[in-house]
């Protein structure tokens, strides 16, 4: 008999729904996890803090409402760090809470300390004191994440050379800022500060940043972070950097020498399995600490499974979930259907950013021909309402069967808007739905339908010339 039946590790997004999925088929579960990160790099220092200080950012500094009140609108001069942690701490707390109350409420037991294989089915914890207890468990799900990748050659002192968990630490607001990498993570800070009045300088290794995504939306992109004043540097490479009492100095490879209070790197994360003792149970972990696992989430060892971050790609909070409900449910003999195909991207920069399906790009590679249906934020009531003027939203649709191909999104509410399409999409309507559909008006989901309009009326013209 073990103690639990399932036994998961870390409590980001994929060990927590993984742990109330078993919980609700009736398993005895437990979590474990450092005293300091329940909730894991989400709650604590990855989305949640970073999608909370961009609304912070975005209210203190009246941004969105400059179209309508002009360009020195501001809600508040100086914004302090101060200003921004107190959102960010309000609920980061709010949600560990609610996150501890699922626990409590799901009869899953809440194990503080860093967990370690020790043996088959044998888990140790060492707690903040250095005490070991072991547990054991019929099945283990592994949901221990990532951490920040350091590159050997920096000396990150996390006050002026940081990586992106730095930046809920940083004592100012920086006048200036370099960001290494243009990634995701790397692109929403680089908005954020650029927002708040920090001269950004972007220095990415690449021609191109977030090449996945639409290339039209991303110019835009570029167009809106340069009005903001940010640098890019493509093709370009720090060689290193150099940290002074009042700031620091990076160095390129081609020569030039940026100064800035802040370097932030984001280049790309490491996962955590390392740290396990994965020999113990007879697994191991690749070059970047991550654990292979098959459809079923399952690991080469037959009672160890595992999800989220650790797993690798697309390691986002949204997928992450899905994997450790599904990952619970295999775990413990139960039925469950396949994830979705369809998955949503959602980017958190200034404007957001968010598609799905696949890009104009990717179909003209793959030889499928598609007509292009845009709405502009700026030709819907609720666009002019909010002072939107550069949002828009474009549908990729099939002139062969009508079907939705893709769906990309540029600017305030993206992220929600997209998944109208998704749905669309996952259900087959096609683009006939959309024109027929009436949707409440004024609103910003009313473009879907001028969108469909305007790809329709395209495909049209070209039948009526073949007539
Ligand atoms: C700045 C930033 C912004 C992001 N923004 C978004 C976003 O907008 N949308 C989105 O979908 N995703 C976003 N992500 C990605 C998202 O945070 C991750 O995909 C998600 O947190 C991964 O979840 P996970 O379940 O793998 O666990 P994680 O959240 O990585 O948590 C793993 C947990 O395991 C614990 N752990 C590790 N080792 C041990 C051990 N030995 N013993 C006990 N516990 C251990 C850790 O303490 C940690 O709490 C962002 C990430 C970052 C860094």
Redesign the pocket.
Known sequence: MYDYDVLV???????QKAAIAAAKLDRRVAV???RH?IG???IN???IP??TLREAVLYLTGLNQREMYGQSYRLKEDITVGDLAARTQHVIGREIDVIRSQFARNQVRLLTG???FTDAHTVGLTDDAGQTTTVTADKVII????RPARPDTVDFDDRTIID?DGIINLERVPRSMVVVGAGV?GIEYASMFAALGTKVTVVERRDRMLEFCDLEVIEALKYHLRDLAVTFRFRESVASVERHPRGAVAMLESGKQIAADTVMYSAGRQG?AA??NLDAIGLTADARGRITVDEHYRTSVDYAYA????IGFP????T?MEQGRLAAHHACDEPVREMQPLQPI?I?TIPEISFVGRTEDDLTDARVPFEVGIARYRELARGQIIGDSYGMLKILVSPTDRRLLGVHVFGTGATELVHIGQTVMGCDAGVDYLVDAVFNYPTLAESYKVAALDAMNKMRHIARLHD
Do not use: Q
């Open positions: 590790l870390g409590s980001g997004p994929g060990g474990v996890e450092r990160m894991g790099v989400c220092t990855g989305t970073s999608k860093t967990a370690r949901a221990t994440g990532t992106s993570i955590t740290d396990l999800v989220g971050d650790v390691a986002l909070a949204s992450s959602g958190y």
